[in-house]
């Protein structure tokens, strides 16, 4: 860690370098799903457990934006929430509804996923340590902490050609979610990436803002080593999802 | 779940058969613990994770102190404060102290060790999840998650007996905080007990005791299976304490 501010330039290139080396499209779970390697349980609990971290986006961005005190600011913020709780006009549509599309098409019940029960509990953990993050460091560490989404759009590409490649199981309609954030990520990364750089006018703020975004791949990196222990490594917690609980009856899969 | 109310007696044995199932006394982490199949490098990468448990518990005993309204509740639960910070005027005492001893044997540099740089993210989420639970749900839920303590002492002395046994790079000196423990615990776990069996006067506060209690039981499984994964299955997370680092130049062994 450097006691000198970094150039503009510096300090995203800094930025954009986690992205090469710590974010989770370098676990070796990631690896497993867009190879083909995964089980279909392995992908069902990967879907379930990442529910929990879905489910967690519009709670820790309606956190930051309590805490937004520029107006326009908060304009910008607030289309994250629409992205993932949807509109009531428009009843099913947001990023939470569908990722509850791709957990039905793995084969869940809704009441089963939205409830949680089946979580692990140190997915649970991981997003409470998001929320607490957003809701008591300096908005500028909540504000980076979503930068990851500089590194998502190469992830989803990656991640949605895999699936659609490897399993049948996993239909093009079934991974929406992905293609509509394809374009939410770049928009609000713009966004996330002018804030923190127009704001961290001191080294000590840029070493914060890194931690940050450090702490956002720690946050999502323990999320699939927790999935990938218990159902790749065959070692669930007590409590936690067991293949075939939670199941529909009827499976649904590519026709 | 039961929506009738259990009597004192069947309520604390179904808060007592927990200690037989998930508590992590079961957890395969501990197996291999107890029975010397641990490497060093794995009995290290236990103790440098648990200190950052260990230093979360007067912090949740602080923030449950600072929720009980009644003086005596405050007078009896401030001695757990006590045993873990210890006193001023008997300086190295204190359960944090005799956990640092633990990793000075292990060959750890203190500075290192306190600094928790190499702790595993989920470890830190775990911790972390423990201080938000005790600080935002209701004080009987804070109280009733210390209560593993009901099953520390019968794991503490087989811990104890099978690291000595096995393990000649710990000595009884190192592991000085356990013999403290197995006296503290018992106390503790007495008032806790006769807390929660007051206070818990409907089906439902039992229910959320129970599940204080559970919640409590994942907490500490999932810290088990974070160095398991890192260390046994060998997949450190990035960032995580690597075999070597933080060590003192040489390592105190038994004589």
Redo the contacts between chains.
């Keep these: 860690v450097s006691s000198e501010i970094l150039t503009a330039d510096a300090f995203e290139a800094r930025l954009r370098s986690m992205g090469q080396?710590?974010y989770h499209r370098h676990h070796?779970f990631h690896q497993r799903l867009t190879s083909g390697s995964c089980s279909i349980d392995e992908v069902r609990a990967w879907a379930l457990n990442r529910f929990c971290y879905q489910r967690t986006i519009p709670i820790k961005d309606a956190t930051i934006l309590s805490r937004l005190s520029d107006v326009r600011d908060r304009r910008i913020w607030r289309q994250r929430i629409v992205d993932h709780d949807g509109d009531l006009d428009d009843a099913p549509e947001g990023g939470l509804a569908r990722w509850l599309a791709l957990t039905d098409a793995l084969g869940f019940e809704r009441e089963y996923v939205v409830s949680l029960r089946g979580v692990?509990?140190?997915v649970?953990?991981?997003c409470?340590?998001y929320v607490?993050f957003v809701a008591t460091r300096p908005v500028l560490d909540a504000v980076a902490s979503s930068l990851t989404e500089m590194f998502s759009p190469d992830t989803i590409r990656e991640r949605v050609q895999g699936m659609l490649a490897h399993y049948d199981f996993v239909s093009p309609d079934a991974l929406a979610y992905f293609r509509h954030r394809l374009t939410e990520a770049p928009r609000d990364v713009n966004f996330a990436l002018d804030y923190v750089k127009a704001n961290a006018t001191t080294a000590e703020a840029q070493t914060r803002v890194i931690a940050a975004l450090?702490?956002k791949?720690?946050?999502l990196?323990?999320q699939l080593?927790?999935v990938?222990?218990?159902y790749s490594?065959r070692?669930p917690?007590?409590?936690a999802w067991m293949p075939g609980a939670g199941m529909m009856r009827t499976v649904s899969c590519k026709p």
Tied chains: 1, 2.
Excluded: K, N, S, Y
């Design positions: 080396t710590i070796p692990l509990p140190a649970r953990f991981a409470g340590a607490d450090q702490f791949c720690e946050l990196w323990a080593d927790a990938e222990h218990a490594l070692r917690p007590p409590g």
